[in-house]
Every structure is written in C-alpha cells, then in structure tokens.
C-alpha cells in the first residue's frame, strides 16, 4: 500500500517547496550569463551590431514578440482555468502558471515541474484525484502536440525543418538523431498516458503497480502506486466530459504553442528585418522552434540555461548571422525565460506565506 503517512507527506511537502525557492535562480543565471558571454567574446562582430537597425520598426517587432509570449502565458492561464472547471479565478490561474514556469525554468528537464503542478493544485483544495488528472491530461495535450506535428513539419519541409543545410541525401546528424529520440520519449509516455486516461486505465494502473516493484524504485513505491489510483478514478470523469471541454484545451494548447515559437520569429525580423518571410520561411522557423525546444527540455542544465543559448545560432543560421545571433538569443532568454525568474522571487514567497498560513489555521 502507498505510504500516506503524515511524515511522509510532511517530507515530500519539503522537498516540493525547496525545488521552487527562489534561491534557486542563482545556477541558471549563473549558466546563462557565462555562455553569453562567451558567445559576445567569441563571436559578436561590432561592425555587424553597429549594421542593426534600431528603428521604430525593430521595435514594434520587439514589442510583438512580448506581446505574443504574454498571449501565451494567457493561454496557458485559461488551459489551467478550464481544467479546474472554472474553480480557478483568472487570477489564480495566471499566478499558478507563473510558478509552474519557474519551476520548469529552474528545473533540468521539461518533467521537473509535473511535482510540481501536482503540489500546487493540491494546496488550491483540488482532491488528488482530479490533480492527477489536471496535470496528466496537461502533460498529453502538451506531449501530442509535438508528436503529430513533428511528422508533419517532416512531410512539409524534410529534415530541412530542424537544422539547415541538410541536404535530402545527407546522413542524420548528431541534432537530428538527438531530436529522433526526444520524439520517440515523447510519443512513448504521451501515447502511453492517453492510453490510460481515456482507455484502459485499468492497464495502467497494473502496469505503474509493476513498475513500483521495481528494486531500484523501492523509495518511490507509494507514490507510483497512489499515482495508479488516482489515474483510474480521475479517468472516468474525464471522459464523460464534453466534446466543448476537449476542443477549448486542443486549440488553447495549439495557439500557445505557436505563439511561444512566432516569439523567436518575432525577434530574428526586429534585427533583420531584410531576411525572408515567405509562408514556406515562417512553417521553417516554426519548425526550427519546435526542434530547438524539444532538444532544450531535456538539457541537463536548468531550464536549458547554457544549451539553448549555444544552440540558438545553429538553428536560425539561414535568417540571421553568427555575431548577431547571440543578440537574438539574449533577446529571446530575456523576453521568454528571464522573467520567470523575477516574477517566481516576486511571487512564490508570497504563495509560501498563505500556504504557511492555511496550514496554521487547520493546526489550530
């Protein structure tokens, strides 16, 4: 049986709250900068910064592209929104999303913050059943948007659509093999869990209860197996759910993803605002965005600090030169990333207090 003992929940409770402390900014600030700079050292041509533009133009293109990555932020806000069946306020919903990206952005793979979400609903008094299913059913629509577009951008543009310069005769390079395996991760446990929320959840659970067995999961036996049951309870609520509550997440999640990846397209126009932005250019840089996020999600590294800003150049090489490149990625890093670092040092104490203060009162 899972062990739900008060000290045990106390101790999971514990490690939840350190992994979003906001002293854990400090690595991948750290990380970020250093690779910045040396990319500035290495690579930044002074000719070709003195070449950009900074007119009204690169500007409003700057301010597009917050403004997008703030669209979605909304998006994501009103996924949380619906999910909780309209029990989250807009407000609520835009404070939550906002520590789950903290908590993505300080943690080394996409999965840090699925403890996360789980934690959080469950302080908001969402049941854990219905909290399993609130984050599982995230992590699906999430997880298949990226497996069916993937063979779609691949039909569309070839193996042109993660890196340039790929030739269709050339072999699979060390990035596209890479991307390969994310896929094939991603279409395992997103299909995986589909599988089990909307289907059989009964096989699920044996399998998890299986898997829980497992020697050298012997620390996380309760967890996996609470985890089984709650699949199978939240399964059936889910599916006698609308065809309305479905379609609203599918096009919330598909709009946000787009528009996290339009933010990169956004930035490489403000700096050259010369490059090629033909439809066949903007499915390419939408393409380029999945790859390089999809690579970047499970960087050892929190939040991907120091990959993606090495990486961003490789992959938007055809728009945008070397030197100019690592102001683009600063840019990106800046609007896309930075700012859930402030806003979660900002927020989550604050979140910490009231969950402190809940905590003393149910005590008394």
Not at 15 to 38: C, E, M, N, Q, W
Not at 141 to 169: C, E, H, K, M, Q
Not at 239 to 268: D, E, P
């Amino acid at each position: 049986m899972a062990d739900n003992s008060p000290q045990n929940t106390n101790t999971q409770q514990e490690k939840v709250l350190d992994s979003i402390r906001p002293t854990k900014i400090i690595l991948p600030v750290i990380i970020g900068l250093a690779v910045i700079y040396f990319l500035v050292k290495s690579q930044l041509n002074l000719e070709e910064l003195k070449g950009i533009a900074w007119s009204g133009t690169a500007f409003l293109w700057l301010s597009i592209s917050v403004t997008v990555y703030f669209a979605r932020h909304l998006l994501y806000s009103y996924r949380l929104r619906v999910l909780s069946e309209g029990d989250f306020s807009w407000v609520k919903s835009i404070e939550l999303v906002t520590i789950l990206e903290f908590a993505s952005a300080v943690s080394p793979t996409n999965f840090g913050g699925s403890a996360v979400a789980f934690f959080l609903l469950i302080q908001e008094n969402i049941s854990a059943a219905r909290a399993t299913a609130i984050v599982i059913y995230t992590i699906i629509v999430d997880t298949l948007f990226f497996v069916f577009s993937f063979p779609i951008l691949y039909v569309l543009l070839g193996r042109n659509f993660f890196l340039p310069a790929v030739s269709p005769d050339s072999s699979w390079d060390g990035m596209g093999i890479t991307l390969v395996i994310v896929w094939g991760i991603m279409s395992f446990y997103g299909l995986l869990l589909m599988y089990g929320l909307f289907f059989q959840p009964k096989h699920i659970k044996r399998f998890l209860t299986w898997v829980s067995k497992w020697p050298f999961l012997k620390k996380s036996k309760g967890r996996i197996e609470k985890a089984a049951e709650d699949i199978e309870v939240s399964s059936l609520h889910i599916r006698n759910l609308s065809w309305g509550f479905h379609s609203k997440l599918f096009f919330a999640t598909l709009l946000a993803w787009i528009l996290r990846f339009f933010t990169v397209t956004a930035i490489l126009i403000a700096l050259n605002p010369s490059m090629a932005q033909s439809l066949y250019d903007h499915i390419i840089l939408l393409g380029r965005g999945e790859a390089l996020y999809a690579v970047t999600a499970y960087s050892p590294t929190p939040g991907g600090s120091g990959v993606a800003e090495i990486i961003f150049g490789q992959f938007y090489s055809e728009y945008i030169s070397p030197g100019i490149a690592v102001i683009a990625a600063l840019l990106w890093r800046v609007i896309t990333y930075y700012p859930y670092l402030i806003l979660g040092v900002i927020i989550i104490p604050n979140w910490i207090r009231k969950l402190i203060n809940k905590r003393r009162i149910k005590a008394t």
